[in-house]
Protein backbone atom coordinates (compact mmCIF):
# COMPACT_ATOMS: atom_id res chain seq x y z
CA UNK A 1 0.00 0.00 0.00
CA UNK A 2 1.33 3.55 -0.72
CA UNK A 3 0.41 6.63 1.21
CA UNK A 4 1.01 9.57 -0.51
CA UNK A 5 4.55 8.41 -2.62
CA UNK A 6 5.52 6.27 0.55
CA UNK A 7 5.19 2.55 1.19
CA UNK A 8 2.87 1.56 4.31
CA UNK A 9 2.39 -1.55 5.77
CA UNK A 10 -0.48 -2.20 8.26
CA UNK A 11 -0.72 -4.56 11.29
CA UNK A 12 -4.38 -5.54 11.68
CA UNK A 13 -3.43 -8.38 13.67
CA UNK A 14 -2.99 -6.50 17.18
CA UNK A 15 -4.39 -3.94 19.39
CA UNK A 16 -3.23 -1.09 19.20
CA UNK A 17 -3.01 -0.97 15.53
CA UNK A 18 0.55 0.17 14.13
CA UNK A 19 1.38 1.80 10.52
CA UNK A 20 4.76 0.96 9.51
CA UNK A 21 6.65 3.14 6.82
CA UNK A 22 9.68 2.71 5.07
CA UNK A 23 11.80 5.85 4.45
CA UNK A 24 14.64 7.12 1.93
CA UNK A 25 16.49 7.89 5.85
CA UNK A 26 17.54 4.13 6.30
CA UNK A 27 14.62 4.05 8.44
CA UNK A 28 11.16 2.30 9.45
CA UNK A 29 8.94 4.45 11.21
CA UNK A 30 6.16 2.64 12.97
CA UNK A 31 2.93 5.11 13.87
CA UNK A 32 0.23 4.47 16.36
CA UNK A 33 -2.85 6.20 13.80
CA UNK A 34 -5.35 5.97 17.08
CA UNK A 35 -2.94 9.01 18.61
CA UNK A 36 -2.16 10.61 15.27
CA UNK A 37 1.65 10.27 16.10
CA UNK A 38 5.05 7.82 15.22
CA UNK A 39 5.50 5.94 18.31
CA UNK A 40 8.57 4.65 17.54
CA UNK A 41 11.98 4.50 14.55
CA UNK A 42 13.60 1.35 13.13
CA UNK A 43 17.48 1.98 12.56
CA UNK A 44 20.06 0.11 11.51
CA UNK A 45 19.44 -0.28 7.71
CA UNK A 46 22.76 0.71 5.85
CA UNK A 47 20.71 1.89 2.67
CA UNK A 48 17.46 3.78 1.82
CA UNK A 49 14.33 1.78 1.92
CA UNK A 50 11.57 1.46 -0.55
CA UNK A 51 9.29 -1.43 0.58
CA UNK A 52 7.82 -2.41 4.34
CA UNK A 53 5.23 -5.35 5.02
CA UNK A 54 4.28 -6.95 8.26
CA UNK A 55 4.17 -10.57 8.41
CA UNK A 56 -0.10 -11.51 9.24
CA UNK A 57 0.50 -12.60 13.08
CA UNK A 58 1.95 -9.42 13.19
CA UNK A 59 5.08 -10.51 15.06
CA UNK A 60 7.31 -9.65 12.49
CA UNK A 61 8.26 -7.23 10.14
CA UNK A 62 10.01 -7.39 6.65
CA UNK A 63 11.86 -4.23 5.04
CA UNK A 64 13.58 -4.21 1.35
CA UNK A 65 16.11 -1.89 0.71
CA UNK A 66 18.19 0.09 -2.17
CA UNK A 67 21.14 -2.61 -1.91
CA UNK A 68 18.41 -5.66 -2.30
CA UNK A 69 18.28 -7.11 1.17
CA UNK A 70 15.57 -7.95 3.27
CA UNK A 71 15.62 -7.23 7.01
CA UNK A 72 13.08 -8.97 9.27
CA UNK A 73 12.67 -7.32 12.65
CA UNK A 74 10.57 -8.48 15.54
CA UNK A 75 8.10 -6.27 15.09
CA UNK A 76 7.99 -5.73 19.47
CA UNK A 77 11.50 -5.12 20.48
CA UNK A 78 12.34 -3.87 16.47
CA UNK A 79 15.74 -6.24 16.87
CA UNK A 80 16.41 -6.77 13.17
CA UNK A 81 16.52 -10.51 13.57
CA UNK A 82 17.28 -11.48 10.07
CA UNK A 83 19.07 -10.23 6.94
CA UNK A 84 18.94 -12.16 3.31
CA UNK A 85 20.52 -10.65 0.02
CA UNK A 86 17.28 -11.31 -1.87
CA UNK A 87 17.92 -9.33 -5.16
CA UNK A 88 20.74 -7.25 -7.28
CA UNK A 89 18.60 -4.92 -7.53
CA UNK A 90 16.38 -2.28 -5.69
CA UNK A 91 13.47 -4.31 -3.53
CA UNK A 92 10.19 -2.60 -4.37
CA UNK A 93 7.83 -4.74 -3.31
CA UNK A 94 7.19 -7.70 -0.20
CA UNK A 95 3.81 -9.15 0.58
CA UNK A 96 3.01 -12.24 2.80
CA UNK A 97 0.22 -14.42 2.29
CA UNK A 98 -2.41 -14.67 4.75
CA UNK A 99 -1.13 -17.85 6.10
CA UNK A 100 2.37 -16.61 6.60
CA UNK A 101 4.75 -19.34 4.86
CA UNK A 102 6.31 -17.31 2.84
CA UNK A 103 7.33 -14.04 1.66
CA UNK A 104 7.72 -12.64 -1.93
CA UNK A 105 9.79 -9.21 -2.97
CA UNK A 106 10.39 -7.90 -5.86
CA UNK A 107 12.76 -6.06 -7.33
CA UNK A 108 13.57 -2.62 -9.89
CA UNK A 109 14.36 -4.83 -12.33
CA UNK A 110 11.02 -6.83 -12.50
CA UNK A 111 12.44 -9.98 -10.83
CA UNK A 112 9.69 -11.78 -7.84
CA UNK A 113 12.08 -13.95 -5.50
CA UNK A 114 9.16 -16.66 -3.26
CA UNK A 115 11.11 -17.24 0.07
CA UNK A 116 9.59 -19.79 2.75
CA UNK A 117 9.21 -17.90 6.61
CA UNK A 118 8.81 -19.46 10.39
CA UNK A 119 9.27 -18.27 13.39
CA UNK A 120 12.70 -18.03 12.81
CA UNK A 121 12.74 -16.25 9.80
CA UNK A 122 13.23 -17.36 6.24
CA UNK A 123 14.96 -20.87 5.25
Avoid: C
Avoid at 5 to 18: C, E, I, K, M, N
Avoid at 61 to 67: I, K, R
Avoid at 100 to 110: C, E, L, N, P, Q
Amino acid sequence: MWLNGRPVATDQSTLPFYVATASADQTVRIWQPEIGRMVRIVRNHETDLFTVAYHPSGNWLASGAEDGTVRYIDAQTDKILQEKKAHDDWIYALAFPTDGTFMASGDWSGKVVFQRFNEKGID
